[in-house]
């Protein structure tokens, strides 16, 4: 069998206020070009099709059209999306009716019936060329802490072993439905031990970073692990089927040098044969100016004079994006002028301006651009307002309470 995995497009999302719309439309129009191209029998979404719970009509649409080419071009292709923390479970769930009838599963939060989950929506054949089934796939959503059941205080971290719990439950259902010769996949959206995070793009998920699920999550009877939520794709614990197959698309100025790809994964019968990675395409390039840390005006000025030209019939949405570090001894209100008058008929274009102050007896090379409200997590808010008011070091269980707190604010927001 032949599976394609891929995650976290984040549909709507904006770069500093500038629309992604076309540069998501190329991914998705590569993307089915791939899926035709090397015959793959099955799509594996691990979560985050959207940038928020209340996507706009335009990334919506793009969902629906990219759902409907795919069953056109693709009509034996097996479909399974799961939800991810900045989905709206309830909103990716909404067109089961239709998406069933296309045969497409999508399992935006996990089902409970008669308050136990649901295992039947969470466990999916997949068939192979020949129509046979080839591979039963458990598809875990992200979990919120709401979805857990209540594990006893001997047994560990209560979070940690409630999603341990939730998972051996659904991959205890996919072995008992398998035969022999049919493989064991698994899908989530989970936050990995030992696994790197993109600060600026990524939300700390599952009450934060203490709450990293271990790699045993996944036995070694599951011969692959489709991943969502880490922007940068990467192996976890070393093996080789346990996957973060990363977002298509830089989704912050910090991701500009990630290898964006999906992983074209290969099955021989019940086993793992091969993980390959398909790079998607760059359409829009990333610029610095300087290439790190900040430079004076004057030099600044400098580096972007010889910044190409625009060319013409480039359309817009094609032209770099350029983020510009100065380093000022005191404040200089006409700095964006000034940078946006020597960008003129320049092909970037620019979307963030960090000025770096170089006061209180700092030399240039101590410069460093400050970050912005916008790039700090809550948690960073949280962090900086306890220690400007309190002494004492943060507890975790303090830590713990506020991201319980923060993520019912965000549940209540879907």
């Known amino acids: 069998m032949r599976l394609l995995h891929t995650s976290d497009w984040h549909l709507g999302h904006t770069l500093y206020d500038t629309s992604r719309e076309a540069e998501h439309a190329a991914f998705l129009e590569w993307l089915l070009d791939t899926l035709e191209s090397h015959k793959v029998d099955a799509l594996l979404v691990a979560g985050d099709i959207f940038d928020t719970a209340n996507p706009s009509a335009e990334a919506q649409a793009a969902w629906y059209r990219f759902v409907a080419q ?224 900040a430079a004076t005006l004057d030099d600044v000025v400098q580096m972007l004079e010889a910044l190409p030209p625009l060319e013409e019939g480039t359309p817009d949405w094609r032209r770099p994006y350029l983020e510009v570090c100065v380093a000022l001894p005191r404040p200089e209100p006409a700095l964006r002028r000034r940078v946006e008058a020597v960008l003129e008929g320049k092909a970037a274009r620019l979307v963030k301006l960090t000025p770096a102050y170089t006061g209180s007896g700092h030399t240039l090379a101590e410069a460093r651009p400050g970050v912005s409200l916008k790039e700090r997590t809550p948690e960073d808010v949280f962090r900086a307002r306890y220690a400007r008011d309190y002494t004492e070091p943060l507890e975790p269980a303090l830590l713990e309470a506020f991201h319980a707190l923060l993520t019912q604010v965000q549940e209540d927001a879907s």
């Not at 071009?73 to 009838?101: E, M, Q, T, W, Y």
């Not at 068939?127 to 598809?139: F, I, L, R, S, Y």
């Open 70 to 293: 795919a069953r056109i071009r693709c009509p034996k292709l097996d479909v399974v999306v799961i939800g991810g923390n900045h989905d709206s479970a309830a909103r990716l769930d909404a067109p089961d009716p239709l998406f069933a009838a296309l045969d497409v599963r999508v399992v935006g939060g996990l089902p409970k019936a008669g308050g136990s989950v649901d295992l039947e929506r969470l466990l999916v054949p997949l068939k192979n060329a020949q129509g046979k089934v080839g591979a039963w796939v458990a598809a875990v959503p992200y979990l919120r802490p709401a979805d857990l059941p209540l594990v006893s205080e001997e047994a560990g971290d209560k979070l940690i072993e409630g999603v341990r719990s939730v998972y051996a439950e659904v991959l205890e259902g996919a072995r008992a439905k398998r035969k022999p010769g049919q493989a064991l996949v698994a899908m989530g959206h989970c936050y990995m031990v030992g696994t790197e995070l993109s600060a600026l793009s990524e939300r700390k998920i599952l009450g934060g970073n203490q709450h990293a699920l271990p790699v045993e999550l996944f036995p070694e009877d599951v011969v692959y692990a489709a991943l969502g939520h880490l922007h940068k794709a990467q192996r976890v614990g070393g093996r080789e089927g346990v996957r973060y197959s990363g977002s298509p698309i830089p989704l912050s100025l910090s991701e500009a040098s990630y290898a964006h790809q999906v992983l074209l994964v290969e099955l021989d019968g019940a086993q793992l044969s091969s993980v390959r990675p398909l790079h998607v395409p760059r359409r829009v390039e990333i610029e610095r100016v300087p290439k790190r840390d």
